[in-house]
């Protein structure tokens, strides 16, 4: 049977080699047969880089002649099951700035080899550049997902978010370091459901960015993931999110709001919901809000009454701010321990 075949195409220096490594090795730990091929015969280097990877992975590669590169690719991918091989993981060249010949070489291997998965791979450390090419490759290549790579680096997430928000393409594997085991399957459905109810938070997040300096947005989401999100943040959230347009929608995005956000009327009610969100945030000390926990049954009485609100308001958001943060420390413990869902295999990938 055919072998299922992936494309990996990205800026130069993105991470493309690195990951079709990484990939072959997750795909190997998982049963698969992969064989890689070296198609950047651009750079001399590349192919002696990938080789490099492969040996130390004990796993094959075989290189492409410069003179008919995608007729060569759909060669190796053609005869991989008669050797053995049930995965082709091709390694492409990069590009520093989009340029047409090498979008036309990229676009006439996935043309022959017919790839189940073109990834685009992203340097999610890269700004704004990062997300004009990536509408390039969008426009030129069937994408099929988005491979975020260095995401242990700091800047993590921002452009990433973007990029997925302008191309509408999944991000379907993350790279989280140097070292060829250093790559996770991401799994944002999961994800989401997870935190379903509990708001939208990448959307969130997003458009934050758009009204919110980015470093704001991303030091906010590193804390919701780390689960350190306190009742500072929230209401910092609150505040941002008032900037940022029309309620009921925005309520619902904000995690642990969900629930209220259901049961709220639209326009001015809501306006008056949230001020009461508000007060009893700041009816709360300043010991309280870093520690929802100490907010026991006495304390509840003396924030209702600070606020103007009722005990059993204070419990509901108390309550609902509980399990917020219970779920993010779910989430958190997961993604540090690797264990971030043990995934049967990558959405879309036929047969992983
Ligand atoms: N910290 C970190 N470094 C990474 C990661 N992925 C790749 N790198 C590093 O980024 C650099 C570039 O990676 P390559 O895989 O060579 O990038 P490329 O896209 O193949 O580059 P070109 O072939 O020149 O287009 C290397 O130094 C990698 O070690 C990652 O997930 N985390
Ligand atoms: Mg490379």
């Known amino acids: 049977r055919p072998p299922t075949v992936i494309v990996l195409a990205g800026l130069q220096g993105s991470g493309k080699t690195t990951t079709a490594a990484k990939l072959a090795n997750l795909l190997r730990k998982q049963g698969r047969h992969p064989l890689l091929v070296a198609a950047d015969v651009h750079r001399p280097a590349a192919i002696d880089q990938l080789v490099a990877l492969g040996k130390q992975l004990g796993i094959p590669v075989r290189a492409v002649d410069a003179k008919r590169v995608a ?21 492409t060249a990069g590009r520093l700035h989009i340029d047409e010949p090498m979008m036309t070489e990229i676009s006439e291997v996935v043309a022959a080899v017919k790839p189940h998965e073109t990834l685009l791979v992203v340097d999610a450390m890269a700004g704004q550049d990062a997300v004009e090419s990536a509408t390039v490759f969008h426009s030129r290549l069937p994408l099929t997902g988005l491979v975020l790579a260095k995401a242990d680096g700091d800047a ?32 944002p459905d999961r994800l989401a459901q997870r935190i379903l109810g509990m708001g939208d938070i990448l959307t969130l997040v997003e458009r934050a960015q758009e009204h919110v300096d980015q470093k704001t947005a991303e030091a906010q989401a590193k804390k ?63 010991a309280e809000r870093a520690d929802p926990t100490l907010i026991n049954g006495a304390r509840r009485r003396r924030i209702a009454a600070g606020s103007g609100t009722t005990v059993s308001d204070v419990n509901q958001l108390v309550k609902q701010f509980a399990e917020m943060r219970k779920l993010m420390k779910q989430m958190g413990s997961m993604a540090k321990s690797g264990r971030l869902p043990r995934l049967p295999g990558m959405p879309g990938l036929p047969g992983m």
Not at 72 to 91: C, H, K, P, W
Not at 175 to 181: A, F, I, P, Q
Not at 243 to 270: C, N, R, S, T
């Open 71 to 91: 007729a060569d690719v759909a060669a190796l991918a053609a005869g991989a099951s008669a050797e053995g091989r049930d995965t082709v993981i091709i390694d």
């Open 224 to 286: 919701f993931l780390d689960a350190q999100f306190t009742f500072d943040d929230f209401y910092g959230q609150l505040q941002q999110v008032k900037k940022m347009g029309p309620l009921g929608d925005l309520l619902k995005m904000i995690p642990g709001l969900g629930g209220i956000a259901k049961q709220l009327p639209e326009g001015p009610e809501a306006e008056r919901e949230m001020r009461k969100i508000e007060a009893i945030i700041s009816s709360m000390t300043k």
């Open 156 to 187: 993590r997430g921002g452009a990433s978010l973007s990029v997925r928000a302008v191309t509408g393409v999944p991000v379907k594997l993350i790279g989280t370091g140097e070292k060829l085991d250093a790559i996770e399957v991401f799994h």
